[in-house]
């Protein structure tokens, strides 16, 4: 990312990234810095003012960002019920990408029979193969490999290092990670006797547009037909996407999830770490899936789950504050059972 | 994969692929698609052709590959008590793989001292370091690399972005996906006072023929002797398998599973995704382990098992289901624990 | 790994690597073997002489490091309290890494504004972007990427296939393995009622000295500020840390552990594989997270906690153990209950 030079005041700030003003307005504000490490002209987000502590810190902040001003701060305030989106767009309006420069770098290998827009960057050691299409602003990274007919939509971003293979199609503004593998044959074997035979992995993967996959995420290509990601969906890493997997749109996935051959998340789903999903189920619209669940059966839109086998969420955590009781459970029934023994009450 | 412009009677593709024809067994079948998105002159798999619904699709498949015939499909049938047997063989009789151009590409670097057979390929920007031999047939993609002295049997394919460190032998036929890396230090220090010492990680990895391994999946080289993989073993996305792992024969791996140092899975054994296995564990031939399960002990040959700590796979049923119960439980044991005081039965 | 030709009486080794020598002193050792594949001429490491098994071999090693002389056992012996650490020095005296040549690979892209040390080695396809920094002794190996003003200190060696983003500082004798990622995006969104806003990651990664990270690790660059790796941390494969992650010096990460954003991970932890950290909590000095973990809370320095949610791990073992006897628990109750009501002891 590169920080602008943008000197401006607080009032002109609010208007581009909301929020009230709160004293100060005429305050310039050239960044936005972090809570914990204060620098002077910059904004900083302060979800909790009251663990502020910046007796070490040698600089204060221009101003803050919070849903409620604090009187015992001598600052100007941006005031907002999402202060989360206020700092956001403060972070998006001080910084932006490096601009690679356009066209191909002379190292690049770019197959004759491919088409690569001529606003579209491509870095060295990159690979376009043959008839693959890179449209207009695409920057490809060095070390890159965009397979044969592969089709990468306008604005799209590959971080060093990533992989694509063929017949894949790939919406606009996306971004991937370095490391991302997109259109890996999908496991599939059948056994005999003799062996596995594979079962070639003859279908492609459409990615739509807003899309970003984490570092060294994978999604593999459909056995048949397609695996699918919808628009806006946000990928964290070292998430698989196994083939036939279909994703909605604005659904977020935290690293190191796994999604089962032709399972099937439907659109603003949210996923967090190390979850994992039985092939061949449905998660319903609008679903939050713990960490670390088990997902084994098709979930209910609207659904909250944790645990597994994946469960309600409220009878996860009854059930998980039940185990914890369980050592003295079995101690009260030893007794129970003991005395009603002793007195004959009970064989 | 390329589709091939094979026009084939339901009679010949039978002498192919096995199974019986009902019906219409001089229809011509171009090609295979899947059951919900059927095209014309094509034969599809229904594995459940009650479910069948093709009230929007414009197209009606020419065969289907089924257990059974069914009665209201006005349609030729190839029956065979193993659908997914015979779609297999139909898949890979209609598709297979782009053949590149064999030799190595102008903007390859190959090592003076490096044995690359005439009919390998090997693509842009990848690298064959000194002495390594390519066998005959061997496909390395873009920007893979191979390290000193490795050896890549006949007919090997890697997908671009392999990384296979020195000293490596790998077998015939084997399909490694983009970022797989084969080779790296195992994970071994020695804690002191002063701090963790590398324990050089001085063996290797020998993998058999027939070995498919997952996109961005690891497999470490040996502290000393190797890591081994047998023949046709299947291994998928981002799995780990440590420093001196043993991996038999026909063993099928799960994405995300992880291998801990020099633990040995027999043959014939599959892991759902997510499992992880202690190290130094044997687990016994033709086992099957559970999705997540975490396998802290040995395994007996044939058993099943799931769960963490995994146990026999009906036992882990049992606890779930008990577990489930648990709440219930503690409401149930509190009522007759209340009545027995009251009663002055117990204490 | 390259193995010296050296050929040190035991006696000389012993003053390399510490240990009692037992009998021989003058036996010539010439390398390091396993206990399960004795070679002659070389030292093997006996954990447990009870269980060698030599029927098979047809060589033997010419001395074991072992914690006791072994009397039915006619060999000489290097006897020490920590085997593992003289086997550690011993494969260190007798094996060190290929040196690659110094300098840029004609074949590398090396920005002209970048400033590689002389002494510094590059390798063919290898990306050095504008204002990095390749310091003294560095080796960067094919295909490798690191960013603009990315600073890699002294010595520090990256396997083939390493990706490090931009403005990332590296430390010394640092290794990492094939396919890490530093410096991808750390994963931040703002839900709106429109989609996803991705939050800018301006932050940047600071690596220490000795650290060793494991193939297609990745580490995410901080929203502000620094993703902090402090020096002597090792970390095994495919391992997840997040944004604004800081680990402290000397603490070790087994494969597919996930971390989350902003959590600190103390001086001096062992973190078991699989284990996943919840996001902004502190887990303090010297503690030990076991395998599959699933950690909620903030962890006391000290601690040994398993399970998930993770818990003190005795109190894991006793709620483990009454798991276990869950399914007996229910009958009993049902005896008990059954037989009160029938005694109309309780309704």
């Given at each position: 990312?590169?920080?602008?030079?943008?000197?401006?005041?607080?009032?002109?700030?609010?208007a581009?990234?909301?929020?009230?003003v709160?004293?100060?307005?005429?305050?310039?504000?050239?960044?936005?810095?972090s809570?914990?490490?204060?620098?002077?002209?910059?904004?900083?987000?302060?979800?909790?003012?009251?663990?502020?502590?910046w007796?070490?810190a040698?600089?204060?902040?221009?101003?803050?960002?919070v849903?409620?001003?604090?009187?015992?701060l001598d600052l100007p305030?941006?005031?907002h019920?999402?202060?989360?989106?206020?700092?956001?767009h403060?972070?998006?309006?001080?910084n932006?990408?490096?601009?690679p420069?356009?066209?191909?770098a002379?190292?690049?290998?770019?197959?004759?029979?491919?088409?690569?827009?001529?606003?579209?960057?491509?870095g060295?050691?990159?690979?376009?193969?043959?008839?693959?299409q890179?449209?207009?602003?695409?920057?490809?990274?060095?070390?890159c490999?965009?397979?044969?007919?592969?089709?990468?939509?306008?604005?799209?971003?590959?971080?060093p290092?990533?992989?694509?293979?063929?017949?894949v199609?790939?919406?606009?503004?996306?971004?991937?990670n370095?490391?991302?593998?997109?259109?890996?044959?999908?496991?599939?074997?059948?056994?005999?006797?003799?062996?596995?035979?594979?079962?070639?992995q003859?279908g492609?993967?459409e990615?739509?547009?807003?899309?970003?996959?984490?570092?060294?995420?994978?999604?593999d290509?459909?056995?048949?037909?397609?695996?699918?990601?919808g628009?806006?969906?946000?990928?964290?890493?070292l998430?698989?996407?196994?083939h036939n997997?279909?994703?909605?749109?604005h659904?977020?996935?935290?690293?190191?999830?796994?999604?089962?051959?032709?399972?099937?998340?439907e659109?603003?789903?949210?996923?967090?770490?190390k979850?994992?999903?039985?092939?061949g189920?449905?998660?319903?619209?609008?679903?939050?899936v713990?960490?670390?669940a088990?997902?084994?059966?098709?979930?209910k839109?609207?659904s909250?789950?944790?645990?597994?086998?994946?469960?309600?969420?409220?009878t996860?955590l009854?059930?998980?504050?039940a185990?914890n009781?369980?050592?003295?459970?079995?101690?009260r029934l030893?007794?129970?059972e003991?005395q009603?023994?002793?007195?004959?009450?009970?064989?």
């Amino acid at each position: 990312m590169q920080t602008h030079d943008k000197n401006t005041t607080l009032n002109d700030l609010a208007a581009i990234t909301g929020g009230s003003v709160h004293g100060g307005g005429d305050a310039v504000v050239r960044g936005v810095c972090s809570i914990e490490n204060p620098v002077a002209g910059h904004i900083a987000m302060a979800l909790d003012p009251n663990k502020i502590d910046w007796s070490g810190a040698s600089e204060r902040p221009a101003a803050l960002i919070v849903t409620d001003p604090v009187d015992k701060l001598d600052l100007p305030f941006l005031v907002h019920k999402n202060p989360r989106l206020v700092f956001t767009h403060a972070l998006r309006y001080f910084n932006t990408d490096y601009e690679p420069e356009q066209g191909i770098a002379p190292n690049a290998f770019v197959a004759q029979d491919a088409d690569v827009a001529p606003s579209a960057s491509v870095g060295p050691f990159a690979v376009i193969d043959s008839k693959a299409q890179i449209k207009a602003g695409v920057i490809i990274g060095a070390g890159c490999y965009v397979g044969a007919r592969t089709v990468i939509g306008e604005d799209t971003k590959l971080h060093p290092g990533v992989t694509i293979l063929n017949d894949v199609t790939i919406g606009e503004r996306c971004i991937f990670n370095s490391g991302v593998v997109i259109g890996g044959d999908g496991f599939g074997f059948t056994p005999t006797p003799d062996g596995n035979i594979k079962v070639p992995q003859v279908g492609t993967v459409e990615i739509g547009n807003d899309v970003e996959l984490g570092a060294n995420t994978c999604v593999d290509r459909a056995t048949l037909d397609a695996t699918r990601i919808g628009n806006d969906v946000k990928v964290d890493n070292l998430v698989q996407i196994a083939h036939n997997v279909q994703i909605g749109d604005h659904t977020r996935i935290a690293a190191q999830v796994g999604i089962s051959g032709r399972t099937i998340i439907e659109s603003n789903v949210v996923v967090a770490g190390k979850a994992g999903f039985q092939n061949g189920i449905v998660v319903g619209e609008g679903s939050i899936v713990g960490g670390k669940a088990g997902v084994t059966r098709h979930v209910k839109p609207g659904s909250r789950i944790s645990g597994f086998p994946a469960r309600d969420h409220k009878t996860a955590l009854q059930i998980q504050a039940a185990t914890n009781k369980l050592p003295d459970l079995i101690e009260r029934l030893n007794k129970i059972e003991k005395q009603l023994k002793d007195k004959e009450c009970i064989q």
